[in-house]
């Protein structure tokens, strides 16, 4: 979490990275879409929409009741406030609208970083979260694998019910490749909690670090259970940046 990586001076922003079609699923109208930088201004609306909306989707948040606690919705604005000035996050909007259709928070991931230490009184659901998510990152070796000191991680992907079916969540997964490029990275790896996400990951080009059951994770090490998710896996994916 904790790095000293920066954008990049020399690189524009925000800059739109990628543009595409898409027939909407009930008017089978055209329209035409931008994925680009999250400006500075939206870093607000940013905070909301993942805080408002995501974790009350994510598999592993909402099975650990995430949303329900004061005090992990605060803890979780600080760090996303900090991902968001890292300057990567990306989000898709309709040309010639500003409406936000989705979004995919990025950070830079690098060997160096520094172990998050959540402060003392911290709910029990997010240590747990916390625990879990290091585990499976150490698992699935993404350092190793591409030999590469720092690669773009993510902390959530979301698409806004009104603009689902559109192929909106590939289009924004695959801009990574036209930013990685550009801001000099080879490969990009993120933590997928549910069958929907781990598909459209899949259909752009990401594959398997490392794959574990819901129900494992509670038996094995790190024994940490999820009740109630309605995904059965829980996958480490990544891709090469060439």
Not at 24 to 35: A, C, D, G, R, S
Not at 50 to 66: A, R
Not at 151 to 171: D, N, T
Not at 207 to 228: M, S
């Amino acid at each position: 979490m904790s790095n000293d990586w920066t954008r990049p001076s020399n690189v524009e922003f925000p800059k739109v990275w990628t543009t595409f079609q898409a027939k909407h699923p009930t008017t089978q109208e055209i329209w035409k879409f931008e994925v680009k930088d999250l400006p500075v201004e939206r870093f607000d609306e940013a905070e909301d929409i993942m805080i408002e909306h995501f974790l009350n989707e994510e598999q592993m948040c909402k099975s650990k009741g995430v949303s329900n606690d004061p005090v992990s919705l605060v803890l979780a604005r600080v760090y996303y406030r900090k991902m968001l000035e890292k300057k990567i996050t990306l989000i898709c909007t309709r040309e010639g609208s500003d409406e936000i259709a989705g979004i995919n928070v990025l950070e830079p991931a690098t060997k160096d970083d520094e172990k998050i230490v959540l402060p003392e009184g911290t709910d029990a659901s997010v240590l747990d979260l916390q625990v879990v998510t290091e585990f499976v990152t150490k698992q699935a070796a993404i350092y190793e694998k591409y030999s590469v000191d720092k690669y773009i991680s993510a902390w959530g992907l979301y698409v806004f019910p009104k603009f689902r079916g559109m192929g909106i969540g590939g289009e924004i997964l695959k801009a990574r490749i036209p930013l990685g490029k550009a801001l000099g990275f080879s490969a990009t790896g993120t933590l997928f909690t549910s069958s929907t996400s781990q598909a459209i990951a899949k259909k752009v080009g990401f594959v398997d670090d490392y794959v574990v059951t819901y129900e494992d994770l509670g038996k094995k090490e790190p024994y940490i259970e999820f009740p109630n998710v309605t995904s059965p896996l829980l996958k480490v994916m990544s891709l090469r940046i060439d």
